[in-house]
């Protein structure tokens, strides 16, 4: 029997994806890539913008018509939320959400006959964790420390799709990042839907995490999902400034400059917060990568508003912008929000940050050149060239070299290609 996957969304999906995929793999399967003929067609999806839910809809037109009979089974959050709309997609066979994906194999086997009923999975995906890594997908290995949020920001539909905020304990964490890091992985990104918030569960914190983590051997580089800037403390920051380990980038979601738009959001902090946590982060590490997500386009937002934020962000010492249109999605408060700015008017705004991003981008890369910094090579090559990124997230392409991919390599960096990747000398 074979089984091939498509993933949609987060690293968070990525680490789970990769964990289905493995129990399919104990029970016999032999995996195959997406777009080829299949026994069984997994989607694991997301739901964080009808962007999202396009790309879903039409993961599943191409399962159906290349694998046609396949059992096409489709999971995550967008089958959580909107289950009835899927299942009535031609050629799906099984929708199943956040509380059953684990129990996937189960629900297969009922479906062909094979068992009566599905048996329980044994846990609350609400409430309970159920540990996650990816592995071997990449070279680098997406660790799920968290899931789950209690915030409520009135855009977003994520805590209706993966329930309260929950985490396992360190100990555990601890021991899979060391089977993860004995694989010979070299890279472990902690993942979750608010990692900051970790320890809700367990009674510790996330800074407990990090001091565990930091002091695990086998584990050469730790690189650190998106942070709620409230979340971040001076404590992990001093901590990410002394070690060896963890790499020297945060991704923090400002999602505006402008504190209307913030209330109306319903987020947790106000812009002067954010630009402190800036100020700190570049206080203890000056050559830290620092990335955040801004959302164009929010119902109330005027162009003074967007003037206000795209100021406020071009005087902030950044790496990188992730970029959105606002979109809008079914049940939430946001949706009842007056002040509907228009799609075009949302996109133009989303060009002038993109734009910023890239001039910040480029900006950040030329402080680097003529550093030596270490690279970990990733396991594609274009035109006889082969990427990776340092430690700070610069993307850095050299000409390609098997026997250097997946390895840690000191690497002279040397200017900015057409491609807009940074130029390295491997100086091993």
Request: aromatic share 8%; with cysteine; proline share 5%.
């Amino acid at each position: 029997m074979t089984v091939s996957f498509h993933t949609l969304g987060c690293k968070l999906n990525f680490a789970e994806t990769s964990t289905v995929g493995r129990l399919f793999a104990e029970n016999g399967y032999t995996r195959v890539d997406f777009g080829q003929p299949a026994d069984v067609v997994v989607i694991n999806t997301c739901t964080v913008t009808g962007q999202a839910d396009r790309k879903c809809r039409q993961a599943i037109g191409k399962a159906v018509k290349t694998s046609p009979g396949a059992v096409v089974v489709v999971i995550g959050c967008f089958a959580e939320l909107k289950a009835p709309e899927i299942a009535g997609i031609p050629g799906v066979s099984l929708v199943l959400g956040n509380r059953d994906k684990f129990n996937v194999i189960e629900h297969i086997r009922q479906l062909k006959g094979m068992v009566a009923e599905a048996p329980s999975c044994g846990y609350d995906a609400y409430r309970q964790f159920f540990p996650s890594y990816s592995l071997f997908d990449r070279t680098r290995s997406f660790l799920k420390v968290q899931d789950g949020c209690d915030y409520r920001c009135t855009y977003c539909t994520i805590p209706k799709a993966r329930g309260q905020s929950r985490n396992a304990p360190v100990n555990m964490i601890v021991k899979q990042a060391e089977a993860v890091a004995g694989q010979g992985i070299r890279e472990i990104v902690l993942t979750g839907v608010n990692i900051g918030d970790f320890g809700r569960t367990t009674g510790e914190t996330f800074l407990q995490l990090l001091l565990a983590l930091d002091a695990v051997e086998p584990i050469e580089r730790i690189r650190i999902g998106s942070v709620e800037p409230n979340l971040i403390t001076e404590e992990i920051i001093a901590l990410m400034a002394g070690s060896q380990k963890l790499a020297p980038h945060f991704h923090i979601p400002l999602q505006s400059g402008c504190n209307k738009i913030l209330g109306l959001m319903a987020r947790r902090y106000r812009r002067e917060l954010f630009a402190e946590k800036i100020g700190l982060i570049r206080r203890y590490i000056p050559r830290a990568a620092i990335g955040i997500d801004v959302i164009a386009g929010f119902p109330g937002e005027t162009g003074e508003d967007f003037e206000d934020t795209r100021t406020f962000i071009e005087n902030l010492d950044l790496a990188y912008l992730h970029v959105f249109p606002y979109s809008e999605r079914p049940e939430t408060k946001a949706v009842e929000l007056p002040g509907k700015v228009k799609p075009a008017d949302a996109e133009h705004r989303s060009k002038k940050l993109l734009e910023l991003s890239a001039t910040k981008r480029r900006q950040f890369y030329q402080q680097h050149t003529g550093r030596r910094l270490g690279v970990i090579f990733e396991q594609k090559a274009k035109d006889g060239m082969m990427t990776g990124f340092t430690d700070s997230y610069i993307r850095v392409e050299a000409p390609c070299n098997a026997s250097l991919i997946g390895r840690c390599i000191p690497v002279a960096l040397t200017g900015i290609a057409k491609s807009g990747n940074m130029t390295g000398i491997v100086v091993e």
